[in-house]
């Protein structure tokens, strides 16, 4: 794992919120780089056709195969409780179904045409900001995906130790 060195403190000025800007650090630069991202990323899920929660869900289960409450629970690395809570305010609002299969004691759950349809709606606004962002970029945009997967990727071992 690297070390981590202290950073040359260039702190946010008008001019470069968050840590943006050329005069920084890598480490500094890629932070206040990912914090803006984030921003954007929140507003983006404030003006989702979907609530967090339910976006995740459906995402889940977009692969179309019905899991049962500790399935969601271990993929999407929550308490239980939460999803439970999270599973049961999906079907009030019509987008999720649940069903009992033949030999199992679990019941299992899966994305009614309502949900499959938020979903894709709320799918394609995020996809959409996703394309321009990469539009932008040109004919960098697969270089820029390899680099991103690569830091992604480092950056998560650096994280898990």
């Known amino acids: 794992m690297p070390t981590a060195t202290p950073s040359s403190a ?4 008008p001019s470069a919120p968050f840590g943006a800007g050329p005069d920084l650090t890598p480490d500094r630069r890629v ?6 991202l984030d921003l954007h990323r929140r507003l ?3 003006r989702s056709p979907l609530g967090t ?18 399935e ?3 993929a999407l690395r929550l308490e239980q409780s939460t999803v439970n809570r999270q599973v049961n305010a ?6 999720l179904h649940r069903s009992t299969a033949p030999g199992r004691s679990a019941r299992l759950h899966e994305p009614t045409e309502e ?12 996809l959409g900001a996703y394309a321009d962002g990469l539009a932008a970029l040109g004919d960098d945009a697969a270089s820029f ?13 650096a994280v898990r130790g």
């Not at 929660?53 to 500790?70: I, Q, V």
């Not at 999906?90 to 987008?95: K, Q």
Request: glycine share 10%; net charge negative; no cysteine.
């Open 10 to 13: 260039t702190s946010p000025t």
């Open 31 to 36: 932070a206040g780089l990912l914090f803006r």
């Open 53 to 70: 929660a339910d976006g995740r869900l459906l995402w889940l289960l977009s692969d179309g195969r019905p899991r049962t409450l500790r």
């Open 90 to 95: 999906a079907l009030a609002a019509g987008l």
């Open 145 to 157: 995906l390899d680099q991103l997967e690569r830091f992604a990727h480092a950056y998560g071992e």
């Open 115 to 126: 949900g499959r349809a938020r979903f894709e709606e709320a799918t394609s606004l995020a």
């Open 44 to 46: 983006a899920e404030q």
């Open 72 to 74: 969601i629970s271990d």
